[in-house]
């Protein structure tokens, strides 16, 4: 009896110490949920290691807008309508068809940015940035310096205004423009170049559709067997922290 007992009071303890069934197959332990956000921080971890290292340069983003052979060329969302009018002077239809895309402005149709808040996808991008240590130049602040040092016909010349700005002690300028190529997840692509002024050097040039990182993998039941799902969600906040990641990254190599 003792024996049965003994028998049993280790069984109980097996069966603790295991969180199985005896007889039955074991479960495998479930694996702890990846942290999505784990690899940007990664990435912006090397990054402040390296701007550290080189005296935290100064860094002037221009979003939406490049700089060309003679002149800052614009990017700007523009709206164009067409439609047809029939029917006496009482009752008629119209119909119209409205198209928004963003237009260089030298010609010529970029990317389609519609339904993507850029204000939003901005601001998560600079962010990102300040809170990674970086010293970020405002554009509109060095502009504002500099109008009060030239004439009052010379003010009106943004585009002189914004050259004039590259000289005030701007290390990386970094460009971000809307791009032609498909759009991929996010329904938007940008091109963007890294160049660091005082060498006149070309430092990155990419295109990025900036896909937030996917979120953990999940089994779910389809028909007669099991399909790995992974959520992804995307916002403009997402886009942006995406974004600012690709360029810490290039600038970090």
């Known amino acids: 009896m003792a024996l049965v007992m003994g028998g049993t009071s280790l069984m109980a ?17 479930a694996p702890r949920p990846v942290d999505p956000r784990a690899s940007g921080r990664f990435v912006a971890g090397n990054f402040q290691r390296w701007y550290a290292a080189h005296g935290k340069p100064s860094i002037l983003v221009f979003w939406n807008r ?32 409205t198209e928004v895309g963003v237009k260089r402005q030298s010609g010529g149709l970029a990317t389609d940015l519609t339904g993507v808040p850029m204000q939003r996808v901005e601001g998560a991008f600079m962010s990102e940035f300040l809170h990674a240590g970086g010293r970020l130049l405002d554009r509109n602040a060095l502009m504002r310096s500099l109008s009060t040092k030239v004439s009052a016909q010379t003010r009106d010349d ?7 700005a590259l000289k005030q002690g701007v290390t990386y300028l970094v460009e971000i423009v809307p791009n032609e190529t498909d759009n991929g997840t996010t329904d938007l692509a940008m091109s963007v170049k890294i160049k660091h002024l005082p060498s006149s050097a070309l430092v990155a040039q990419f295109v990025s559709s900036a896909t937030p990182p996917s979120g953990p993998t999940r089994y779910e039941a389809r028909g007669n067997r099991y399909v790995a799902v992974q959520d992804q969600n995307i916002t403009p906040e997402g886009i942006g922290r995406q974004l600012a990641g690709d360029v810490m990254r290039e600038l970090a190599r």
């Open 13 to 29: 303890q097996e069966v603790d110490r295991s969180g199985n069934r005896m007889g039955m197959p074991e479960v495998a332990a």
């Open 158 to 164: 943004v585009q002189y205004l914004e050259t004039l």
């Open 66 to 97: 490049e700089l060309g052979e003679d002149s800052v060329s614009r990017y700007s969302l523009q709206t164009s309508s067409s439609g047809s009018r029939s029917g006496d002077s009482q009752n008629f239809s119209y119909e119209t068809n």
